[in-house]
């Protein structure tokens, strides 16, 4: 059921324009429908932490206001936070969690995202709950309830994870990019603690990032990069704007594929760290995973990290990746976080010996070849592009650019439209992805091959499949 307030939860969470979109009105509505979903799930205590986006701590603090006028427990952050750190408290505590964030969205914008008891996302269905309820009942107010110390506690648990004395005798410096994002100086200041030297670029919380979207990706990165070139660094390390995705630069201050930092902490989890359990990815992500685990020890779900999540609880995964740059562990959390995943770097790099990424990575293609793969957002405003993926799935061809189709796994949304066709080829690595956005007018090809020449050629033909596929078939809706 739609809610009449026009506050629509994505894959994940809530995000809208400041002012038209989210404001104080939206605010306290949300908080009232999520105090009633824990009221009627016995949920008593919630966590609150907030990004540096406008607005947030006095989101957080009207969310809190809402959630005490309800009789709840709040544990409301007295600082910027990063997303996972409520994470890491949902599931010490046993609690809901509530972010006031946009992740990296451009600073016009802000959000809400949902953490459940077990570190995770909210299920889908969950969610769905929370939206269901907006606008039912009359928003309660109380005072806000004070504020908690909760990122010591969580810098206290890092210090047990990670083996800093063999990163602090690697020779190991890295370059800390937070895109003034909630990451701050946390890294810098974790590993200073070790006398492990480390500097960090854009470390303060800005409301507007500094100019910059704060996505770390290659295009967003270039300060980090001259960064790099201008001193003397093994590795470069980027944070978004709650800090729950990374981005990596090597030694050479050159962006290190996201397919390949996969790759790299898969390995580093399953051979060095011994971690038991299955590998999760999305399917856009190499099927190089496949050599590092048996064939039904690496399970494929479809794009965004919500869904990771899901199957990382259901079969006690060891380790679960995305695309985009979220990363989880299993003997951490069902979920992303950018500031963990930065220490599991550099300690995958320090036990093995090295002081420089790039050295690493040349093992890591010698031994399982290098990664091909690319993709492409098609903005398509026909309306029959919806059905395509469903009419596919029924009349799948023979052979795609020359090569036979194996095997089709598909994917749906919750309301269960299919939305995301993944079709194997022959011979290893090699597939193409088919997705159609639900929100945008777009689709998304994705495609693995032995050859950057062979990825082009596969991501042309699937184009071509997709639209001969909606222009021909004039029924398609």
């Known amino acids: 059921m739609s809610n009449p307030h026009n506050i629509i939860f994505g894959t994940d969470g809530w995000r809208a324009l400041l002012h038209q979109g989210i404001n104080r009105q939206t605010v306290s509505l949300v908080a009232q429908a999520f105090a009633d979903y824990c009221k009627f799930q016995k949920i008593s205590t919630v966590v609150i932490g907030f990004d540096g986006r406008l607005h947030s701590d006095q989101f957080a603090e009207l969310f809190a206001a809402v959630l005490h006028a309800n009789k709840m427990d709040v544990l409301l952050s007295h600082c910027i936070l990063p997303t996972p750190v409520v994470s890491f408290h949902c599931l010490r505590l046993r609690a809901a969690g509530v972010m006031i964030t946009a992740s990296h ?27 269901a309820l907006i606008g039912q009942n009359a928003v309660k107010m109380a005072e806000t309830p004070p504020r908690s110390d909760l990122l010591s506690p969580y810098l206290e648990y890092l210090e047990r994870k990670f083996d800093f004395n063999k990163i602090k005798h690697s020779g190991l410096i890295p370059a800390i990019d937070s895109m003034h994002g909630a990451g701050a100086r946390l890294l810098e200041e974790i590993l200073g603690k070790h006398d492990i030297p480390a500097k960090t670029i854009a470390g303060e919380p800005h409301t507007d990032f500094g100019g910059r979207l704060a996505e770390p990706i290659a295009s967003n990165l270039k300060p980090l990069s001259e960064f790099i070139h201008a001193g003397s660094f093994g590795i470069g390390l980027a944070t978004d704007g709650d800090a729950d995705r990374l981005g990596v630069l090597d030694d050479k201050g050159q962006y290190v594929n996201i397919q390949e930092v996969i790759l790299a902490l898969a390995d580093h989890i399953k051979n060095y760290r011994k971690l038991d359990g299955p590998l999760v990815k999305t399917a856009s992500v190499t099927d190089k ?41 299993g003997n951490h959390l069902p979920e992303r976080d950018g500031i963990y995943s930065a220490l599991m770097m550099l300690e995958m790099l320090a036990v093995h010996g090295h002081s420089k990424l790039s050295s690493l990575l040349d093992i890591q293609r010698d031994r399982l070849g290098r990664i091909c793969y690319d993709r492409i957002d098609w903005h398509n405003h026909d ?17 795609i650019a020359g090569f036979s189709v194996q095997r089709l796994q598909h994917y749906s949304s919750s309301r269960g439209i299919i939305n995301g066709l ?43 499949l997709f639209i001969n596929m909606q222009q021909n078939k004039q029924n398609i809706i």
């Open 383 to 399: 309306e029959r592009r919806h059905g395509v993926l469903s009419l596919l799935l029924k009349n799948p061809p023979q052979a």
């Open 422 to 464: 993944k079709i194997r080829l022959e011979g290893p690595e090699r597939w193409l992805l088919l997705r159609v956005s639900e929100t945008e007018p777009m689709v998304r090809i994705y495609a693995e091959g032995q050859t950057d020449e062979e990825v082009k050629t596969l991501l042309a033909a699937g184009k071509k």
């Open 105 to 131: 969205n451009p600073p016009q914008y802000n959000g809400i995202k949902f953490k459940s008891a077990a570190g995770s996302p909210f299920y889908t269905e969950e969610t769905a709950k929370v939206e």
């Open 289 to 329: 995973m496949l050599r590092l685990a048996a064939d039904n020890q690496v399970i494929d779900v479809q794009v965004g990290f919500k869904y990771v999540a899901e199957a990382m609880m259901e079969h006690q995964a060891a380790f679960g990746a995305e695309e985009s740059g979220g990363f989880g562990f």
